[in-house]
């Protein structure tokens, strides 16, 4: 151990510096300090920020922070937070009862090399078990290093929560700041992203390396130094996309299985005696209560998990009588069962994906779904058919050339737009089944944009260029039999109705009602109204309060009521009559669509605050706040439902919520990465079937089990 340097602090609140926790050489992690306690006389370790870091007032508010919440963390393996320094110090602390322990460096330098394999087993193993308990209640850790991880004679014991949040906001320049061991930093983290669970797999991967090897260095060359038993398991944990890194509860089955039973995987005896050595240099001065230890793993299992237990041995009995009474105990992980499928089925814990699928470059719409059954997804290459149950590529064509975006129709086929026509092609075979020319703009009125389909009948906006060069344009909606090749109605479409391709129509049972385009010079949305059968004009209404900029923020609920998102209010307007219904306030704006299912309307806002209210009264049967910090005052806010209606998801810049739908309680958070993700997004809903939410982020399709 270091001498303590002389410029540093040698108190720090009720506690006196006396000695150094850190292994000499380099650092990036955080300071960890052996220090005395005035009030009890016992030895604890501090944590304080790393030098460089130490003067920036926004790294102290947020290291503080994390240090807070790190006493969240429950399960013993990581180090009990004691106290937290006050917001008025001028250096923040955290600190932990946790002494004595050796920092993983210190640990190699005793035992004078890499540690025994059976020693890393038990250290990743319990530590994974750890991960998977934090992560099923919604906290990442963001600081897994070998410094922060602490050997003590009964397990490990990790410090550092939070350490790469409080170290960089989102953006490039998380990836190089100090505060954590760069090595174990994530390659999405550097990047600019925010820590993630498989974040954590990733720095508990590279931490065993070191472990494993006493390498910093996780490339695959340095891998190849590794135990062969340990060496495909940690190149998963390191994959370079998130997505391909096995979930920690995977991780420390693993790692057990691969254990004979009679192999009990011992604390070496030189690192014991450097425990020793370190509880004899700084003795408590009062006696020392018992120390918190791991959750009662070591007595009775749990309901419904397994008998099975790691165990590594503790001191030998000389060491033992150095550390007292508690001192020889053994590391234990208790089993997680005989190897069955990680579900959802524990709250706080999201599912593991079904299936992902790389669409090899970026989406241009929503994928569309056909009963449960098919995935239609069009990207910049190709369009594609996905089977919704297995991921796996039903057909693919890179020749439609589609010029707007696709339309299902109900027998089972697509419209496909292009420049001059519009094929109808076939969702089982993608071969097109029909060519319909009649809207080229040469002879007759061009088609610019499909409003939307019922069965085999669908509906398109046209123009018509006037002649004589007056640049005039005559715009309709038809209405068109795509089996039959035939157009049913043609209605012409007012001036305050005409858009540009990005009109959004809405669908009633009897109705097309067409929003208007601000052209109008009234301060209200209106709406016109056509007959579906015939294309008859039922009527034009404007809604008062109602906004032209927010017409894609509304639908159509059970009632006969259109809902709509203006600025901070939520409202419910009488389709027929047009008058307002009911408000409601939100805290923020609401800029995605509202969901909807039974009586129940689902809208999230730009604060993180999902709402949901009772169609028929506009009472808020609740309202739940996102659980991820903010990193800004605004936040994207969207909204989905399950197909049975059970799941609420809350979308925003940090994460998917997965909430339950009768009360809005948290079933799982998610923030799924994959290669071609945007940075610090966690993706996006774009579809529900029965059993399945799908999720996009970037160029990778995930579907997850709901329900």
Known sequence: MEPQRPAEPTRLGPYRIIGTLDAGGRADDARRRIARDDRTGRTAVLMLPHETLADDPGYRVRFRSEGENSRRLTGGWAAPVIDVAGPDTDLPWVAYACFPALPLPAALAAYDGPLPEPTVRALGAVLAHALANWHAGGLVHAGISPRATLLMADGPRLTGYGLARAAALNGPGRGASLGV?????????????????????????????????????????????????????????????????????????????????????????????????????????????????????????????????????GLSGAVGLALGAGGVAGWRAVGEGTGRRETSARRGLAPAPLWRHDLGSEPQQTPLLWRGKTALVWTTDSVSALNLRTGETIWSRDKLYPMSALTLLGNGTFVSPDTSAFSVVSLATGRIKGVERRYDGVEGPAIYQFLGADKDICWFLTRTYTSGGTGTEDHAVVCYDSVRRKEIWRAPLPAPYQGDGDTTALLLSTMLLLPSQGDDGGDASSYLALDRRGGRKLWTRKFAGMKDESAKQRLVAPGDLLVSCDEHMLRGYHVAGGEERWRVATKGRVSGTPAAHGQTVYATDSRATTYAVDVRSGSTRWRRHSAAPLESSWTRGETAVSHSGATVFQVTDAEIEALDAADGSLRWRSALAGKGQQAAVPGQIVGVAPGIVLVLNGTILYALPVD
């Open 181 to 313: 061991d760069a090595f174990t930093l994530p390659p999405e983290q550097r990047a600019g992203e925010r820590p993630s669970p498989a974040g954590d797999v990733y720095a508990l991967g590279a931490m065993l390396c070191y472990a494993a090897t006493g390498r910093r260095d996780v490339a695959e060359g340095a891998r190849a130094a590794l135990p062969e038993r340990l060496r495909e398991l940690l190149a998963r944990c390191l994959a370079q996309d998130p997505g391909q890194r096995p979930r920690p509860g995977t991780v420390a089955r693993e790692l057990r299985a691969a254990s004979a039973p009679e192999a009990v995987g011992r604390l070496p005896d030189a690192v014991a005696m450097a425990l020793a050595r370190q509880a004899a240099a700084y003795p408590a001065q009062a006696p020392m209560a018992a120390q918190a230890r791991p959750e009662e793993a070591a007595a009775t299992p749990a309901p419904g998990r397994s008998r099975r237990a790691v165990v590594v041995g």
